[in-house]
């Protein structure tokens, strides 16, 4: 498949977020950046997830059109390889990771993509975020010391921790044809482990302290467990 120049390929994987997706996608459907698509892989949820979705669809005039791709997986393939069979159908010249549960900055990707275009080197770009309570998005605060920039990004991995939102990625489609998606083997720390396979190829990583992310905290968040350690 020919990738797209330009085009922005935001995956989003979902397993029973439908309380959370209508926001989610109007932060997207709002994005300054128009060149986009959205690839929404639902891992076989129970609850209402795929109404909200066609509804939302119809409500925003998408329907009919390539600017939203809805995937329902028929059996629950977990986070890893849910969300790397959204990266497989990406035809973007960048992909982009969005959670369900949580919403993106405006200009988001707009920044993100002229970062790159503006550091040809760089493979992969973090954002700075914060996080929010569920149903209390007007006390939002940033974790304090958890994201790190430049060589001290390769440094931290090294030494077993972890420095980049997951949620808030865009990378370059052509380096992930080259290295593939995220591992099923370690339940839990899938995003630390994609990183690090970055970092194994040789990749530049960066974070940009601008916050562009808003990071929900719930109690059935998929990283509540990891998430603990960060705070």
């Known amino acids: 498949m020919q990738r797209e120049p330009g085009k922005v390929s935001i995956v989003i994987t979902n397993h029973n977020r439908a309380a959370y997706l209508a926001e989610c996608l109007d ?3 709002r994005q300054t950046y128009v060149n986009k698509e959205i690839i929404i892989v639902d891992d076989a949820s129970s609850d209402r997830s795929i109404d909200v979705v066609r509804a939302w669809c119809e409500k925003n005039g998408v329907v009919g059109t390539d600017s939203l791709i809805l995937v329902k997986l028929p059996r629950n393939a977990g986070f890893s390889g849910a969300i790397t069979t959204g990266f497989f159908l990406a035809r973007g010249e960048f992909i982009a990771v969005q959670d369900a549960d949580d919403f993106s900055h405006s200009s988001r990707l ?3 993509v002229a970062y790159l275009q503006s550091e040809p080197d760089v493979a992969l770009v973090g954002t700075n975020y914060a996080a929010f309570k569920d149903a209390e ?7 304090a010391n958890w994201l790190s920039y430049g060589e001290e990004i390769r440094s931290v991995y090294r030494k077993g921790g972890h420095c980049v939102c997951h949620g808030t990625i865009m990378f370059r489609g052509d380096v992930f044809d080259r290295i593939g998606g995220l591992s099923r083997k370690i339940v839990g720390a899938e995003d630390y482990d994609f990183i690090v396979k970055f970092l194994e190829h ?10 562009l992310y808003y990071y ?3 109690t ?4 509540l467990a990891y998430y603990s350690k960060k705070e």
Request: positive net charge; charged residues 35%.
């Open 137 to 143: 998005k007007d006390r939002q605060y940033v974790p």
């Open 27 to 29: 932060s997207l459907h």
């Open 216 to 218: 929900r905290l719930h």
């Open 202 to 211: 040789k990749a530049r990583i960066e974070n940009m302290p601008e916050i």
């Open 220 to 223: 059935n968040q998929r990283s």
């Open 110 to 112: 707009e920044k993100q």
